[in-house]
């Protein structure tokens, strides 16, 4: 009982994905990327699938054979929703027989939007539409598709757990937020965000540059 959104920026080069559900703790299960691809394990969720999915697009640049190796590793497959998204191409998903509706997949052109026990068929169009057409940075694009979704019927039960993330270059992780018991987890998230982005750059450059870096205090209480 999930709904997720990834997307890309081709400008930018970045890559990052934000999920949404009504259980605790969405972030340390449901997504994960590795450079160049996002990978989805949701419905009844197995996060032990992103791996063969994500080594495989490591070894090759295939999001094809990368969706086969998750489904190669499933167990009860009909129960399991799966996604890959890649930083070329099409997004490719898949959602067991078992998985609760309104469930499915979506494309745009450069996201993937993927969602069971959704409140109506409008949920996965709004998400695309809500991404495509935002402005500003790929999380905060994220964010916007993921709040249409919302407003367009979200998931069934009340939502509890929200999390996002953008990877950039050098392996980095531009932003990483989890809201793990909420009642408004998207709206906790959107502010979290807010706060997280006059930071962002600071970090990065105390990963990639350290001698050239301010102190977290700096950063932090300015």
Known sequence: MTFSLAGRDPQTQEIGFAVATSSVCVGGRVGALTEGCVAFSQCRTDPRLHRPGLRHWEATQDAKGAMEAMQQAATGLHWRQLGIFPITGEGLHFTGASCLGVAGGLTGPNSL???????SDDVLPAMIEGFESAEGSLAERLVAGMLAGQ???????????ASLAVLGDEGLKDTD???DDSTTPLEDLSQMLTAWLPKAAAYRLR???PDAASSSSAIEHV
């Not at 939007?113 to 409140?119: D, E």
């Not at 407003?151 to 757990?161: C, I, K, N, T, Y």
Request: net charge neutral; aromatic share 4%.
């Open 207 to 209: 990963a990639l540059n």
């Open 113 to 119: 939007a993927l969602g069971n026990f959704l409140g």
């Open 151 to 161: 407003s367009a019927g979200g998931e069934r039960d009340p939502l509890q757990s």
């Open 177 to 179: 937020l989890r809201i």
